[in-house]
């Protein structure tokens, strides 16, 4: 029995292009429906206003519907050719996803996973992006010159084992090579397309308005009822097939579904790219989401996932809930020295750039280069300053790998008791009278400011070279009192 050719990425690819034709046709039905009515709904009110009887004749009705027609097919190609071209462009825009930052532990760890899938499914190219959020989700898009993408949150990173990045990354490949992203992309893009000309008309700086999200919304529902839910669960099979962990894809969907897993306010537009609904916390477990539901049940995809491993669903659970358990004490390990917090994996030391100031605005001693929490930051080993790229501050309030002293946590419940008896006079963690200051990086002054006006701890920032100045314990209370927020 002959076996049936296997299809390269881009041949599938040509099939999914031919298949998107069909939405084509259901654009077109649904501008006819809606201009139709429009037209129609005009003539009525004009009849009435001036107080003429209007002929609702078939020859009449036609008209309006074959105008209705022609107006809907240019609309629908307009909007077709515009979701090929800007769509998977306009939604990381939206997501404010950006390339890896190789310098970045964590980003290091997410390329090198791509890299390796890109290589097991054959792929002659395969981007990586990271969207700055908390949240724990990943989708796979394609972009217009046809290369595939994988792009996860700041959150999965952090929160994600070695092993399960490459199960999610996997489970994203799997859906770019059986062609699903292709079409998901177009399906998402045309949805939003409504805010997309909304913001090139430049009537979205005061926010997108409600008729847009609305027109997004009911369109949405319309072509999701052409995605199969049951595209995860084979994507879900592709990916074992990939990285041969089924348990840790298990164990990936089910961190997701329990962590936040809502990307910002557009996130149920784009829910079909996700891995994990957006909604799935408030969903449940065993909830399908309805007939607007775009995946298939939590726990479905779980009990299957551990089958392959041989495994129960209750097991994948245990584990998941060790693991955290295993996290939250590991960071509880008693400090070496008085004033530094844990850190679990060890530092990597060197020297910091020459021929550039790299003195500690306090102490005037040389500043050294660590990372901390993955990312690289400057240090003052006498006074614990820190100095830290304001982009790399989501990153680090993300991640959770630094544990925290009993008197950390102290200085933070003190220092927030403080803000909330008096906001206008909080000038610092300490009370005491600290000189201006200059940057370390540029010479710049330094400006005291608010981190920002969610957390209010004062530190001092460079508007020269967008870097933020840490005096002694200030970045660890900032880091606690996020931590202690979002356990809330």
């Known amino acids: 029995m002959r076996r049936a050719a296997v299809k390269d990425f881009y041949r599938i690819q040509n099939e999914q292009t031919a298949r998107s034709r069909g939405l084509y046709a259901v654009l077109i039905l649904f501008y006819v429906a809606a201009i139709g009515a429009l037209f129609l709904g005009l003539n009525f009110a004009v009849g009435l206003i001036f107080s003429r009887s209007r002929s609702f004749s078939i020859p009449y009705v036609a008209g309006i519907l074959a105008l209705a027609l022609v107006f809907a097919a240019l609309l629908a190609a307009f909007q077709f050719a515009d979701a090929r071209r800007n769509g998977a462009e306009f939604i990381l825009k939206r997501l404010s996803a950006k390339l890896p930052q190789l310098s970045d532990r964590y980003h290091r760890q997410f390329a090198d996973v791509v890299e390796e899938m890109r290589i097991a499914a054959g792929l002659e190219e395969l981007k990586a992006y990271v969207i700055p959020d908390h949240a724990v989700n990943s989708m796979a898009l394609v972009e217009a010159d046809g290369t595939p993408v994988i792009a996860m949150t700041e959150g999965m990173l952090a ?255 003190e220092f927030r008791q403080r803000f909330w008896r008096n906001p206008i006079k909080t000038l610092k963690i300490t009370d005491r009278f600290l000189p201006a200051i200059d940057c370390p990086a540029c010479s710049y002054p330094l400006k005291p400011r608010p981190y920002n006006y969610q957390y209010f701890v004062p530190v001092e920032k460079c508007l020269s070279c967008n870097r933020i100045w840490f005096d002694t314990d200030e970045l660890e209370v900032l880091q606690i009192l996020v931590e202690e927020g979002k356990g809330a």
């Open 159 to 413: 929160e994600f084992t070695r092993d399960e990045l490459a199960a999610a990354a996997a489970h994203e490949a799997g859906h770019i090579t059986r062609g699903d992203t292709i079409y998901l992309t177009l399906i998402c893009s045309l949805a939003d397309f409504f805010e997309r000309l909304s913001d090139a008309l430049g009537s979205g700086k005061g926010g997108r308005g409600p008729e847009n999200l609305a027109f997004s919304a009911i369109l949405m529902r319309l072509l999701t009822r052409f995605i199969s839910r049951e595209r995860e669960i084979l994507a879900d099979a592709a990916a074992v097939e990939l990285c041969r962990d089924p348990a840790g894809l298990a164990r990936a969907i089910y961190k997701a579904h329990l962590r936040n897993s809502f990307v910002g306010d557009f996130a149920q537009t784009y829910a079909p790219l996700f891995i994990v609904s957006p909604r799935s916390r408030q969903e449940g477990e065993e909830a399908s989401g309805g007939w607007t539901g775009t995946h298939p049940p939590l726990m479905t995809r779980i009990r299957l996932l551990a089958e392959m491993a041989d495994l129960r669903a209750s097991d994948i659970i245990r584990l998941v809930w060790e693991s955290r358990i295993g996290r939250e004490l590991a960071k509880e390990i008693e400090p070496a020295g008085e004033d530094k917090p844990v850190r679990i994996r060890p530092s990597s030391r060197k020297p910091m750039f020459k021929g550039r100031p790299n003195e500690c605005p306090r102490c005037e001693v040389p500043l050294a280069a660590e990372l901390y929490e993955g990312v690289s930051i400057r240090i003052c080993r006498k006074c614990g300053g820190k100095l830290v790229d304001q982009e790399a501050m989501d990153r680090i309030l993300t991640r959770e790998e630094v544990g925290f002293r009993p008197e950390l946590r102290k200085k933070a419940e």
